[in-house]
């Protein structure tokens, strides 16, 4: 279990995380989205401990990351798969995370081969490893203390598609046996078909959070006429509120049909006119996120 209560980092007058709260609960898939520089590595080092908080808590099964007495066996954490020693091996990163940990040796061998990490490529130092290699390693390295909560910031980063499929299944099967994780990407179709829930955020302050399928159902309608202005006043004078969609479309947060009655009653002719959502995460992403920046605050 996962609970961030409004957690707030400002550095000097700039606000990178703005009172963002969330849960997520054992048995389920996070996705964590938002835009570059929209604070998500920022929740996330505050949840592991590594940034201290303006304001706000972060909890790992009820307790602060710092005050867990062995954090790797609670929390499995990638943040950054290239902050590995680079003159290590493979098998030296993990052998030396198990002594630390206390976990026995045989684990080491057990987390490289659910990886895909081979004997040949552990004995290899990490300075040599692709990037791909090293997102594994750094898997591998969440996973030895058999944790209940996975933390993984861009884990598919430099992954092949075969290796971003292998991801999927590992985290799903982590999730069905009672895990809990919480994994941020850029990779909205990937994330789209593992998160059972997602918490969206841009400009540092949560914009949606909820499950995935009821978010992608809600994410309003899509619409198009061509003469786009008159839609425009007429979608105006019923009272609905519009932004700019893809390809000259409008997005309305409502239902197709009060959309398609404004446009009727102004005798505007439509050219499409679909829920938002069938456009998958993508749409739903740039509908939430468009326009929004880090806020810079005075204070
Ligand atoms: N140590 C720091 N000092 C000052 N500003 C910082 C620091 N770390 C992050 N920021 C700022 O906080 C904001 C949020 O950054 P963060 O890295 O959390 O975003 P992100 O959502 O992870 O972005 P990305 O997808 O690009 O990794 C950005 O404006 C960033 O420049």
New binding site residues.
Partial sequence: MIEVAHLT?R??G????DDVSFTCAPGSVTGFL????????????MLCGL?PPTAGTATVCGVPYRRLANPGREIGVLLDASAQHAGRTGREVLALAAAVMGVPRREVDVKLDLVGLGAAAARRRVGAYSLGMRQRLGLAHALLGDPRVLVL??PANGLDPEGIFWMRGLLRDFADRGGTVLL?S?LLREVEAVADRLVV?GG?RVVAQGGTEELLADAGTLVRARDGAALGRALAAAGLDATPGPGGGLLVRADPDPVGQAAAAAGVALTELRPAGGGGLEQLFLTLTGGT??KETTA
């Fill in positions: 980092k550095y000097g700039r606000t990178a995380v938002g835009p570059n520089g929209a604070g998500k590595s920022t929740t996330m080092r940034t910031d861009e941020s850029h955020i540092g920046t880090t």
